[in-house]
T-cell receptor, first 114, second 109 residues
Framework: GAGVSQTPSNKVTEKGKYVELRCDPI?????LYWYRQSLGQGPEFLIY????????DSGLPNDRFFAVRPEGSVSTLKIQRTERGDSAVYLC????????????FGPGTRLTVL | TQLLEQSPQFLSIQEGENLTVYCNSS?????LQWYRQEPGEGPVLLVT?????EVKKLKRLTFQFGDARKDSSLHITAAQPGDTGLYLC?????????FGAGTTVTVRA
């Protein structure tokens, strides 16, 4: 079956621009997570959705970052007024509902802010 | 946030050699997971260890969970070039995963 897909795979933008990153989770997975992975680091939690609602957005670094999941499936991570420090790989993961269910990761979107 | 420290940061070995990577924390975890990540891909789950003192084997990979559930190790026997990758440990912090920085393993043919 299809895994988690993310688009685009690469995004290059200029400082100050707005970007949207998309995540298509595994069908039937109600939980969806966004992580950010900087060079030489492990993934860092950003936000967790259970269904349509953001159950925990404590990892979002500031109010330039926002994520939605309007129909409980596809999610979009939105970054306003991008900064060079936002350059990283943005990973999406999905899982079935339940405590400590295995998370399946997508290949990520590599964002480069010039 | 519960912090996980991994060592070494980099490891380069010859095919056929053995290697061990470590994951340590000052916090107790209900379980720890090990992932492998290849360039351009997301992490893939290798194993979950749950019980203190537990040892799990996955072909040439052996995973141990410390008795106090604060540390874990991954041992690879007779490493092969296909074992090359970034090895990450992660612990559950409520319903989200907290990752270490990873160990980059390179196995030379």
């Amino acid at each position: 079956g299809a895994g988690v897909s993310q688009t685009p795979s690469n995004k290059v933008t200029e400082k100050g621009k707005y970007v949207e990153l998309r995540c298509d989770p595994i069908s039937g997975h109600t939980a969806l997570y966004w992580y950010r992975q900087s060079l030489g680091q492990g993934p860092e939690f950003l936000i967790y959705f259970q269904g349509t609602g953001a159950a925990d957005d404590s990892g979002l670094p500031n109010d330039r970052f926002f994520a939605v999941r309007p129909e409980g499936s596809v999610s979009t991570l939105k970054i306003q007024r991008t900064e060079r420090g936002d350059s990283a790989v943005y990973l999406c993961a999905s899982s079935l509902y339940g405590y400590h269910k295995e998370q399946f990761f997508g290949p990520g979107t590599r964002l480069t802010v010039l | 946030t519960q912090l996980l420290e991994q060592s070494p940061q980099f490891l380069s070995i010859q095919e056929g050699e053995n290697l061990t990577v470590y994951c340590n924390s000052s916090s107790v975890f209900s379980s720890l997971q090990w992932y492998r990540q290849e360039p351009g891909e997301g992490p893939v789950l290798l194993v979950t260890v749950v019980t203190g003192g537990e040892v799990k084997k996955l072909k040439r990979l052996t995973f141990q969970f410390g008795d106090a559930r604060k540390d874990s190790s991954l041992h690879i026997t007779a490493a092969q070039p296909g074992d090359t990758g970034l090895y990450l440990c992660a612990g559950w912090d409520d319903y989200k995963l907290s990752f270490g920085a990873g160990t980059t393993v390179t196995v030379r043919a």
